[in-house]
């Protein structure tokens, strides 16, 4: 029998990979901690009842720690009618959120699909649009969307901060390109069938796109979270206010309110944070399966 010859790991080049692996792991707890402890340290000042002691702490690590924890902040600003209402501007902020993110998905899945698969002329100039208007700044359109609304009567509603950020360019093309990748003997069986182009789109393409789903939830719910100068603009009263316009009340001129805006910031924190844990499988999928294709 003839000896195989098997590979040898120097002493070496075991050394360098494990000096490697070292250096690896200290580099992503080093991001790790970067990352994190922002976020600590508003949790940490949260629970503090002094908001001087708040501002006294900053930049030192008496920051990352608290001795007498307390949710006196949270009690005093978790309320749904009043001078620190904080429950209704959360409140607010959720049916936005929820609003816009389920009718976003509708509506963009529905035209990335029909741009992909739709029989229309002229698709490629419309996709070309569609990429062009992602272009425009969102700032160079607001006081013209501002001037609309207010001639509409929408001001001070919640229909002024979903309706104009329903349809994007952005999230069309996310759709688009996900729908464009899927294989075309899919719609031409179910075309052969007799499936029509809404059938076809609803129980289909639909449930095989929850990677894009869960992606767009999360960026377009972010984006509809954080909010501020549109918001800021169009509403004047408690009734629509969302909670990151709220949170500025905290900063005047005169003083500034570090404990409640602390747990504010983290009652704001909070949902995000839920909608992407609740989609972070597909939205990872979702990330890695277009490193891989792309």
Do not use: C
Not at 19 to 33: E, M, N, P
Not at 41 to 47: D, G, K, Q, T, V
Not at 55 to 72: C, E, H, I, K, Q
Not at 165 to 178: G, K, M, R
Request: net charge neutral; hydrophobic share 55%; no cysteine.
């Amino acid at each position: 029998m003839s000896d195989i010859a098997l590979p040898r790991v120097l002493p070496a080049e075991r050394s360098g990979k494990i000096s490697f692996r070292i250096v690896q792991t200290v580099a992503i707890f080093i991001i790790g901690l970067v990352v994190i402890s922002p976020l600590f340290m508003l949790l940490i000042a949260s629970l503090k009842d002094d908001r001087f002691q708040i501002l006294a702490d900053m930049g030192s690590f008496r920051a990352f720690w608290v001795s007498n924890p307390t949710f006196s902040n949270f009690n005093e600003i978790a309320h749904f009618s009043g001078e620190l209402a904080y429950g209704r501007y959360l409140f607010n902020s959720l049916v936005i959120l929820t609003v816009t993110v389920a009718s976003g998905l509708v509506v963009n899945s529905m035209a990335g699909f029909v741009l992909a698969w739709g029989s229309l002329r002229g698709k490629a100039v419309l996709l070309s649009l569609v990429v062009a208007l992602y272009v425009i700044p969102q700032e160079s359109i607001i006081m013209p969307l501002v001037v609309m609304m207010s001639r509409a009567g929408l001001t001070d509603t919640f229909a002024v901060q979903i309706l104009p950020w329903v349809a994007s360019p952005l999230y069309i093309f996310l759709f688009y390109q996900f729908f464009a990748q899927l294989p075309k003997e899919l719609y031409e069986a179910a075309e052969i069938d007799g499936a029509s182009i809404f059938r076809i789109y609803r129980s289909i393409y639909l449930p095989l796109s929850l990677p894009a789903l869960a992606t767009v939830s999360i960026l377009m719910g972010i984006e509809s979270w954080n909010q501020y100068l549109w918001p800021t603009l169009v509403t004047q009263t408690d009734y629509a206010r969302p909670i990151a316009v709220a949170i500025a009340t905290f900063f005047g001129q005169d003083s500034i309110y570090w404990d409640r805006a602390m747990a504010a910031s983290v009652l704001m924190m909070i949902p995000i944070l839920a909608l992407y844990l609740a989609f972070q499988r597909w939205f990872v999928s979702s990330f890695v399966g277009s490193a891989v294709k792309g």
